[in-house]
């Protein structure tokens, strides 16, 4: 049976306010953002043969992908050094996401060609997360 599309779970990513610091010989990725990577390059090894024979093929025929991110958060999602909580920034979370998954995936960032994004509520997920649809594009039917 033919793969349609490749479906990756994956814990919320830092903003991309968070990404990066700023030193002394310039911008350099964040702690959180190099743990967000570090977690992110397991997530190959969780495929099955099935869907890492797709991302080689993906890969050599550098094929136009179309990317389906469904974000699922509650309402305040994120704690501030303060103790607070407040709503995480949902426009600011693709960058992150996309940059770490492509890397561990080593597909380049460059073949996607449709991108769409949607939030849902939800109040039983505390943490929240991201559920990533990938597919070639015109391969979802609509």
């Known amino acids: 049976m033919p793969i349609e ?3 990756i779970l994956m814990p919320l990513a830092p903003s991309v306010n968070k990404l990066y610091v700023t ?3 310039g ?3 964040s702690p959180i953002a190099k743990e967000f990577d570090f977690e992110c390059s397991k997530i190959f ?3 099955s043969y099935g869907e890492k024979d797709k991302i080689a093929e993906w890969r050599t025929k550098d094929t136009d992908l179309d990317i389906r991110l469904y974000y699922y958060m509650p309402k ?3 704690r501030t050094t303060k103790g607070t909580r407040r709503k995480k920034d949902f426009i600011n979370l693709e960058k992150a996401q996309i940059d770490s ?3 561990a995936l080593d597909i380049d960032d460059s073949q996607i060609m449709q991108l769409t994004k949607v939030l849902q509520i939800c109040e039983k997920d505390l943490e929240g997360r991201c559920e990533i649809f990938i597919r070639e594009v015109g391969n979802y039917g609509d």
């Open 23 to 25: 030193g002394r010989n």
């Open 101 to 103: 998954l492509f890397s």
């Open 27 to 29: 911008r350099f990725k």
């Open 5 to 7: 599309y490749i479906k």
């Open 76 to 78: 305040l999602a994120v």
């Open 45 to 47: 090894e969780s495929l």
